[in-house]
């Protein structure tokens, strides 16, 4: 493992660097309160599926990864369901798309279609082989979305001095949701001291007059468009999240009010480059993950960080998060004689390792579980188990155990 001074530096030190932009922040912070690093794959075929994962392991996870293109019925009302679940039970949302094409292609498949992932998906992640050009591609793209996301348009009608105005609205009923609710917690009362959203003037985009009939009404109808700006840094209650991070508070009633004052997350996405990969037998060669380390400190601000086996941050300034998939642990009745460090597969490929390992040895930041988790009656339970695995694995790299 590498010295980053990253490695040894907790989460809620990390939030606070003046490099790490603000969506890293934010999930920097929810990891020091929730006191989990840990992420889950819910690779399942139906929303209903879906939304009891979410709804069994939210509690104990920092974010939840899905794959919307094997849900069979998917549809506005699955992503309105994991909204709602995120903002309740605190965890960012990482549609696992793997783009990886010219840039306008992934634009359109990043935007639009029936999954329309930027307007729901805090994370979401690309293959470097078209060229770091996907990345700025795909920065564009987000930018564009979350400013008609924020956007209202509205329409007043005046007919013999009485106004009517109706609000125009990109949503249907059956399509995707593109109301910013993942930057909203309804259940929180937001704590005085967050920022709160600015409104900018409306401005008058069209308005135009017509006459009825010879001597008839005159009809004035003005349309105009106001944008809402969410706040793009969260805001950092720091002494009690620090204090959650290394021990020092644990109560519920410290992990409510510090996820209270940390407040929605901010109005922003971030990408995930896929360096490297837990399969056997994998293609990314060593020269392929130096070219995306290269790409991801051309695009700080977008960049979150890398799908890895290991830290992959190497320079001064680097604050890259690297998420791990490939994570198991062994069955609890296999006993305390079971070593962790054994490498499983599962005929296809795939090879877990466990956090010990991943984290405490090889520096990655967020465990990424799916079968080890889904495949139990109790899902709550064993994210529990995996979570506290996670956690004790990154205190003892930290040298608090």
């Known amino acids: 493992m ?8 907790p989460f809620s030190k990390r939030a606070e660097l003046p490099n790490t932009p603000p969506l890293t922040a934010y999930l920097l912070s929810l990891i020091s309160i929730k006191q989990s690093n840990l992420c889950v794959s819910a690779d399942v075929h139906t929303t209903y599926d879906l939304l009891t994962v979410a709804e069994e392991v939210g509690d104990y996870i920092c974010v939840l990864k899905t794959h919307a293109d094997i849900i069979d019925d998917w549809s506005g009302k699955t992503i309105r369901g994991l909204q ?4 309740r039970k605190h965890f960012l949302l990482f549609e696992d798309r793997k783009l990886g094409d010219i840039g306008n292609t992934v634009q359109s498949q990043y935007t639009r279609g029936p999954l329309a992932i930027a307007t729901w998906a805090h994370l979401t992640n690309a293959h470097l082989l078209p060229g770091p050009s996907i990345i700025s591609s795909l920065h564009t793209a987000a930018t564009e979305t979350l400013l008609s996301l924020n956007q209202s348009v509205s329409t007043t009608i005046t007919s013999d001095g009485v106004p009517r105005t109706s609000f125009d609205s990109a949503t249907s009923t059956d399509g ?5 609710t993942t930057t909203s917690a309804p259940n929180l009362s937001p704590s005085p001291s967050s920022p709160s959203p600015e409104r900018s003037e409306p401005q008058t985009l069209l308005t135009h007059h017509r006459r009825q009939g010879r001597a008839g009404s005159l009809t004035t109808a003005t349309t105009t468009i106001t944008q809402t700006t969410e706040p793009t840094s969260p805001h950092h209650p720091a002494s009690l999240i620090h204090a959650l991070s290394i021990g020092e508070a644990s109560s519920s009633s410290d992990k409510a009010k510090a996820l209270s004052e940390l407040g929605p997350p901010p109005h922003a996405r971030g990408l995930l480059l896929l360096a490297e990969m837990s399969s056997a037998g994998n293609l990314v060669t060593g020269e392929y993950t130096e070219e995306c380390v290269r790409a991801a400190r051309a695009e700080r601000g977008f960049v979150v960080g890398f799908v890895s086996q290991r830290s992959l941050n190497g320079e001064e300034g680097d604050a890259f998060l690297s998420f791990a998939p490939g994570v198991g642990l062994p069955e609890e009745e296999e006993g305390e004689g079971k070593v962790e460090g054994e ?3 599962d005929g296809k490929g795939q090879v877990w390792r466990g956090p010990e ?3 405490g040895r090889d520096g990655v930041d967020v465990c990424i579980v799916g079968r080890g988790i889904l495949g139990k009656l109790e899902r709550g339970r064993e994210a529990e188990r995996y ?10 790299r930290v040298g608090r155990k």
């Open 84 to 87: 709602e679940i995120s903002s």
């Open 387 to 396: 979570r506290r695995a996670a956690w004790e694995a990154y205190e003892r």
């Open 357 to 359: 390992e991943v984290v």
């Open 176 to 180: 995707p949701s593109i109301a910013p």
């Open 343 to 345: 490498r499983k597969g």
């Open 2 to 9: 590498s010295s980053h001074t990253t490695l040894t530096l």
